[in-house]
């Protein structure tokens, strides 16, 4: 499987950008994706998580009501939608997916990974 992440940039805080990550090399439907993301000089953490149809999400509680996380099957892509960003939201922005159905916020349990895109929010 290779995952392609883009929508990256610098916007203003206050803005907003929506992430894609484009799957090839196998469906995605059956598999809990998710998306983390690293600060410089940080550890990579968690963002969110969405499970296989899409019902089932989850977030890290700093982007909760600013973020939505979102799939779309039929085009074997998953989305993030970053809303009100602040300066703390700046990193690079990795899409992941897993060998199993369910969503996880641990990245242990992710099988495959994109290159990243770099979001900067700044005035």
């Known amino acids: 499987v290779q995952l392609q992440a883009s929508g990256g940039g610098l916007v203003q805080p206050g803005g907003s950008l929506r992430l894609s990550c484009a799957a090839s090399?196998?469906?995605?439907?059956?598999?809990?994706m998710g998306w983390f993301r690293q600060a410089p000089g940080k550890e990579r953490e968690f963002v969110a998580t969405?499970?296989?149809?899409?019902?089932?999400?989850n977030y890290i509680d700093s982007v909760k009501g600013r973020f939505t996380i979102s799939r779309d099957n039929a085009k074997n892509t998953m989305y993030l939608q970053m809303n009100s960003l602040k300066p703390e939201d700046t990193a690079l922005y990795y899409c992941?997916?897993?060998?199993?159905?369910?969503?996880?916020?641990?990245?242990?349990?992710?099988?495959?990974w994109g290159q990243g895109t770099l979001v900067t929010v700044s005035s």
């Open positions: 969405i499970g296989y149809s899409g019902a089932i999400t």
């Open positions: 992941a997916v897993r060998n199993y159905y369910r969503s996880s916020r641990s990245s242990s349990d992710y099988a495959y």
């Open positions: 090399g196998r469906p995605i439907s059956s598999y809990g």
